[in-house]
């Protein structure tokens, strides 16, 4: 039972362009969603987050968009750099538990072309 | 500031061995996660310590497994015996309270031969 799916395992945009990155949920108690990026040999790298109470967060140039009633959120990179190539992990938390379980989903592959 | 260190980076030894992994979380964090990444499961939280005391410890797989966080900046997991289906990439992250960004160390590879 997968509660937090990326449904597209890569994605590819040419430098400059937007990049979105889509992940969707299936438990409505979670209440915090977390991006994170991970190059090769490395661990995953905090990028941004947003509270279940905004629909939006901006940090530069990345920006996550949360719509609760589909429970879907979204990350995009505007203008994509060829430095932003990595994988893009979506993670969710329930704040009511007492574990501080991240789920994540399968990640996305995100390739930045010169 | 130093981050999450975790060691060693790779470990292979055959089936049956003992293995320990060890992870040094951001000083000051007062909350350790142990994860563990595959091709088929992504990445799973195997264990969560608040203040040295392990809290959720439902995610580990077997009694083979093992962890302890025996001081706030220290903290091992432990596989014996070991088997090749725990191949895996091992990570330990922190974090300074469990509602906060989970900081990861660059993991363990590790492979069971």
């Known amino acids: 039972d997968q509660q937090v799916k990326q449904n597209s395992p890569s994605l590819s945009v040419q430098e400059g362009r937007i990049s979105i990155l889509n992940c969707d949920y299936t438990n409505s108690m979670f209440d915090y969603f977390l991006w994170y990026k991970k190059y090769p040999a490395e661990g995953p790298t905090f990028l941004i987050s947003i509270s279940s109470i905004k629909d939006k967060n901006e940090d530069g140039r990345f920006t996550v968009f949360l719509n609760k009633s589909a429970k879907h959120l979204s990350l995009h990179i505007v203008p994509s750099q060829p430095g932003d190539s990595a994988v893009y992990f979506c993670a969710a938390f329930d704040g009511s538990s007492n574990t501080g379980k991240l789920i994540f989903g399968q990640g996305t592959t995100l390739q930045v072309k010169p | 500031d130093a981050g999450v260190i975790q060691s060693p980076r790779h470990e292979v030894t055959e089936m049956g061995q003992e293995v320990t992994l060890r992870c040094k979380p951001i000083?000051?964090?007062?909350?350790l996660f142990w994860y563990r990444q595959t091709m088929m499961r992504g990445l799973e939280l195997l264990i969560y310590f608040n203040n040295n005391v392990p809290i959720d410890d439902s995610g580990m797989p077997e009694d083979r497994f093992s962890a302890k966080m025996p001081n706030a900046s220290f903290s091992t997991l432990k596989i014996q015996p070991s088997e090749p289906r725990d191949s895996a990439v091992y990570f330990c992250?922190?974090?300074?309270?469990?509602?906060?960004?989970?900081?990861f160390g660059d993991g363990t590879r590790l492979s069971i031969l």
């Open positions: 000083s000051g964090h007062n909350s």
């Open positions: 992250a922190s974090s300074t309270d469990r509602n906060q960004p989970q900081h």
